[in-house]
């Protein structure tokens, strides 16, 4: 007996290697190849250059008004009013300049946000809804759990997170660039007297600056580490008890039915506690974190009077001069302890890139998920007919397959497949679909043809009714005349004035009336041959007898295959199939490995890739 094919997908959800160390290095690179990638790169390029510029003029202006600091402070020292007011309009035509330069920074990092997410989803959205992925990741495991949460939540803070880093860094870097010089030119005036000798160390305080700033970035690191994979999980948490919440309210009606209200609080309630456990672990954290980041933040104060004073007191530095060394000594600490101030937020960043990475690299991998099994072959032929053979399916618990080696269906035909419940007939539906691909044999489908498949669960889009009708084509593909027409064939002509009306038509309508819909659909597409998991057996006599006379009526032409139960009244089906199970047989679950997620992000980190 084969073994089933089974993988962990444990790995694969939580962003890590086999090793259990996180890959952020290849996540990056991956999804920095993507931004490249996107139609908003040359807008976000041009956003990129334009905040340069500005933070580029910024850092000048924060050097003039540096430099503005001793003459100012040695006017106060010295009680000379004019030369006090004169600094004072110096001040004014600099605060000027950079609050114009502030709000123009504000404008371009607001722009640069809404591009980066733009970019971002847009990409997932691609990534996402490529024919059969959406579905083949639904089955893929831990990984396939709440996209909607990667993609509009995690999305969302990233490209925030990435643009507020990004800018700080950037400010700090040009603003050490700007006033190192400063304060290594400064340093010089700090001179030592030691029995009876005088010295001056060669960049004194850019030396003391750097190892300040280094003992705090090195103790921000040691403490705040485990903040990213605390984040990491909170979102995950985050994220189980919104679909939670969601789930609730689709049910409802159910729930009420059942006086169930008590046990569904049961299930919030362990959600939040999961999502409050995480949260007290990062409030732990992130205390512990503002030890060091608020001690050396007020330390700051102090510590560059207390560097200079040597050359104050020794008569080296007047008051402005010492005032402008505190000042260079400052720009460089903020330029230095960016990392300090931004720890939890860089943690923050690394958790999210790593569920939107990984979530991404899945995407990738899931299209590579049992490529080594055997496939079932899809293909055309010119005869106008669908025809199976030797289709055997591997399903998680057996291989399903048809009493019948070769089944023909042909314009017209009539078929029905039956079986046991648990057998493989919804698997045996996504089959033929296209969507579930593993086994043997071969599906062929007529040249230009068109094959509808009607799931068990009627599915409604958002939007018009218009737009519900004539899905999947364009919402204009039918005039109103053929959308009324086929809306009385199926008994709902009291919809034909609520084309263009936009609803939730799910809610709006009884599950018949979805099916009913969903019937209507099919007339209006007239396809070559209609495949329906059970669809048709879940109707009420009456609508079924309507869709049956439909069929009989004006769908002559088109071929039926209903895959469900035992037919009713024994006189529309002409031939009856059956599937059956073999628990012996080939076995598989499409679960991602860690392995198959490391493959997707080595071939998307590679440029040849």
Partial sequence: MAEPFHRSANAASSGLTPGGSPRWGPQFLMMFRALLASPQRNKILFLGIALIAVIGATAFAQIKLNAWNQPFYDALSRKDLGAFFSQLVVFVYIACGLLILKVAETWFSQKMKLRLREGLVRDLFDQWLKPGRAFRLTNAGQIGTNPDQRIHEDARHLSELSSDLVLGLLQSSLLLCSFIGVLWFLSGNVVFHL?????????????????????????????????????????????????????????????????????????????????????????????????????????????????????????????????????????VQQALRWFIDNFSAIADWRATLQRIATFREAMMAVDTVGANEKQIEITETSEDKLVLENLEIATPTGCAKLDQARVEVARGDRVLIVGDSGVGKTILFQAIAGLWSWGTGRIEFPSNHGTLFVPREPYVPLGSLRAALSYPSAEDAYKDEELASALRSTGLDRLASSLDKIERWDKELSLDEQQLLVFTRVLLHKPHCVVIDEALDLLDDESRKCIIGLFNDKLKETAVINIGRPDRDRSFFTRVLHISKEASGRCFKPEISAHGVDQAAEALSNPAA
Avoid: C
């Fill in 195 to 331: 029995s009876g000798r005088s010295f001056a160390i060669p960049g004194y305080m850019v030396w003391a600056a750097l190892i300040y700033a280094g003992t705090a970035s090195w103790l921000s690191w040691l403490v705040g580490r485990p903040l990213i994979q605390l984040n990491a999980d909170h979102y995950g948490k985050e994220a189980d008890l919104r679909f939670a919440l969601v789930w609730l309210n689709e049910h409802l009606d159910s729930v009420a039915l059942y006086g169930g209200e008590q046990d569904e609080k049961q299930r919030l309630v362990v959600a939040l506690e999961r999502v409050l456990q995480v949260m007290g672990r990062i409030v732990g954290a992130s205390t512990r974190l503002t030890w060091i980041t608020s001690g050396y933040g007020w330390s700051t104060i102090v510590v560059p009077i207390l560097l200079a004073a040597p050359g104050y007191f020794g008569g080296q530095l007047s008051f402005g001069g010492l005032m402008m060394a505190v000042g260079a000594f400052n720009q």
